[in-house]
């Protein structure tokens, strides 16, 4: 059973940075699709970010283009979203998933299988 546990959360200001990381356990496949998503109150939960941990390709939400980054350290087992310039519309729960098999990007929340518990971001103007 794949665990997902993030943390890295917290508030600033529009225009600073965060990093959120994700630490993965349990794994059952020698390869997945690992995704952060996000959902602000009152609005459904979207993709952000996509990576192929066999590849370390990557593919993003448009949104979020140029000024988030997602990386793994796979000697951690550990996903990073790397997050930059963020603005007041970044402000939602972000969650790490995980998917085994099929094509790997920024596929509805649907597609994935393991969660972990959301850590909360918030951006003030």
């Known amino acids: 059973q794949v665990q997902l546990v993030e943390s890295g959360g917290g508030s600033v200001q529009a225009g600073g940075s965060l990093r959120l990381s994700c630490a993965a356990s349990g794994y059952t496949a020698s390869n997945y699709c690992m995704g952060w998503f996000r959902q602000a109150p009152g609005k459904e939960r979207e993709g952000v970010a996509v990576i192929y941990t066999g590849s370390s390709w990557t593919a993003y939400a448009d949104s979020v283009k140029g000024r988030f980054t997602i990386s793994q350290d796979n000697a951690k087992n550990t996903l990073y979203l790397q997050m930059n310039s963020l603005k007041p519309e970044d402000t939602a729960m972000y969650y790490c998933?995980?998917?085994?098999?099929?094509?790997?990007?920024?596929?509805?929340?649907?597609?994935?299988?393991?969660w972990g518990q959301g850590t909360q971001v918030t951006v003030s103007s």
């Open positions: 998933a995980a998917r085994i098999g099929g094509i790997c990007y920024v596929r509805p929340p649907r597609d994935f299988g393991y």
